[in-house]
Protein backbone atom coordinates (compact mmCIF):
# COMPACT_ATOMS: atom_id res chain seq x y z
CA UNK A 1 0.00 0.00 0.00
CA UNK A 2 2.43 2.27 1.09
CA UNK A 3 4.40 1.48 -2.61
CA UNK A 4 1.47 2.50 -4.42
CA UNK A 5 1.05 6.04 -2.40
CA UNK A 6 4.51 6.60 -3.17
CA UNK A 7 3.77 5.55 -6.92
CA UNK A 8 1.13 8.09 -6.76
CA UNK A 9 3.24 10.80 -5.46
CA UNK A 10 5.74 9.94 -7.88
CA UNK A 11 3.15 10.77 -10.91
CA UNK A 12 1.85 13.84 -9.31
CA UNK A 13 5.38 15.32 -9.03
CA UNK A 14 6.09 14.85 -12.44
CA UNK A 15 2.59 15.96 -13.57
CA UNK A 16 3.99 19.06 -11.95
CA UNK A 17 7.03 19.44 -13.46
CA UNK A 18 5.98 18.83 -17.16
CA UNK A 19 2.70 21.50 -16.18
CA UNK A 20 0.13 18.59 -16.74
CA UNK A 21 -3.19 19.01 -14.87
CA UNK A 22 -4.28 15.90 -14.76
CA UNK A 23 -3.52 12.27 -15.46
CA UNK A 24 -6.65 9.92 -16.13
CA UNK A 25 -7.41 6.75 -18.26
CA UNK A 26 -10.15 6.92 -21.06
CA UNK A 27 -10.62 4.35 -23.67
CA UNK A 28 -7.54 2.17 -22.73
CA UNK A 29 -5.52 5.50 -23.14
CA UNK A 30 -3.82 7.93 -20.72
CA UNK A 31 -4.59 11.67 -21.38
CA UNK A 32 -2.61 14.00 -19.89
CA UNK A 33 -4.29 17.07 -19.98
CA UNK A 34 -2.73 20.52 -19.77
CA UNK A 35 -4.48 23.90 -18.13
CA UNK A 36 -6.31 25.28 -20.61
CA UNK A 37 -4.48 27.91 -22.52
CA UNK A 38 -1.21 26.17 -21.92
CA UNK A 39 0.93 25.57 -25.17
CA UNK A 40 0.85 21.57 -26.36
CA UNK A 41 4.18 19.79 -26.27
CA UNK A 42 5.02 19.09 -30.06
CA UNK A 43 5.03 15.58 -31.69
CA UNK A 44 8.67 15.24 -31.99
CA UNK A 45 8.76 14.90 -27.70
CA UNK A 46 6.84 11.78 -27.73
CA UNK A 47 8.78 8.48 -28.83
CA UNK A 48 5.00 7.09 -29.19
CA UNK A 49 2.44 7.99 -31.73
CA UNK A 50 0.49 10.54 -29.18
CA UNK A 51 -2.88 11.78 -30.50
CA UNK A 52 -3.94 15.65 -29.76
CA UNK A 53 -7.14 17.34 -28.15
CA UNK A 54 -7.66 20.65 -27.43
CA UNK A 55 -5.96 20.97 -24.06
CA UNK A 56 -4.83 17.61 -23.51
CA UNK A 57 -2.36 14.61 -24.97
CA UNK A 58 -3.95 11.45 -25.84
CA UNK A 59 -0.99 8.23 -25.50
CA UNK A 60 -1.49 5.02 -26.24
CA UNK A 61 0.60 2.49 -23.48
CA UNK A 62 -0.24 -0.61 -23.34
CA UNK A 63 -2.13 -0.79 -19.81
CA UNK A 64 -1.73 -4.81 -19.48
CA UNK A 65 2.40 -4.36 -19.92
CA UNK A 66 4.27 -4.77 -16.77
CA UNK A 67 6.11 -1.55 -17.77
CA UNK A 68 3.56 1.28 -18.68
CA UNK A 69 3.95 2.62 -15.23
CA UNK A 70 7.47 3.21 -16.05
CA UNK A 71 7.32 4.23 -19.40
CA UNK A 72 4.71 7.09 -18.50
CA UNK A 73 7.10 8.29 -15.87
CA UNK A 74 10.19 8.61 -18.23
CA UNK A 75 7.55 10.09 -20.76
CA UNK A 76 6.99 12.55 -17.83
CA UNK A 77 10.69 13.39 -17.25
CA UNK A 78 11.09 13.73 -21.02
CA UNK A 79 8.50 16.29 -20.60
CA UNK A 80 9.98 18.32 -18.54
CA UNK A 81 13.57 19.02 -20.03
CA UNK A 82 11.03 21.25 -22.96
Not at 41 to 55: H, I, M, N
Amino acid sequence: MVENLLTQLELKLGAEAAGIESITIQNEQINLGYPEGKALPQPWEFDLKVRFGESSVWVPLDLMAKDWLKRLLTILEGLTAF
